[in-house]
Nanobody, 115 residues
Framework: QVQLVESGGGLVQPGGSLRLSCAVSGSIFRLDDMGWYRQAPGNQRELVASIASGGYSTYADFVKGRFTISRDNAKNTVWLQMNSLKPEDTAVYFC?????????WGQGTQVTVSS
């Protein structure tokens, strides 16, 4: 059973930082490509950043230069460091992986950017 558990969300002021974590179990993590998505109320879920099993990362234009995705295969964990947060970054953030054509999601963690 593949499980993804996110943590690290919360309330932060504009310009602040948060670090999200996603702990993965039940898979061969080092082989998994991982992604962080977000979904704001009334909006579709959108890809924020991804990191391949070999470490290559990609970012959505709206977070480039502000967010950093990283992973530690020894800890079965992927992180999303979020800096210079803006109110429009407010959303539920989800961790994702796809294994043999199946999508696996965590429960999500709320990030609220507000003064």
């Amino acid at each position: 059973q593949v499980q993804l558990v996110e943590s690290g969300g919360g309330l932060v002021q504009p310009g602040g930082s948060l670090r999200l974590s996603c702990a993965v179990s039940g898979s061969i993590f080092r082989l998994d490509d991982m992604g962080w998505y977000r979904q704001a109320p009334g909006n579709q879920r959108e890809l924020v950043a991804s990191i391949a099993s070999g470490g290559y990362s990609t970012y959505a234009d709206f977070v480039k230069g502000r967010f950093t995705i990283s992973r530690d295969n020894a800890k079965n964990t992927v992180w999303l460091q979020m800096n210079s947060l803006k109110p429009e970054d407010t959303a539920v953030y989800f961790c994702n992986t796809q294994i043999r054509g199946n999508d696996y999601w965590g429960q999500g963690t709320q990030v609220t950017v507000s003064s």
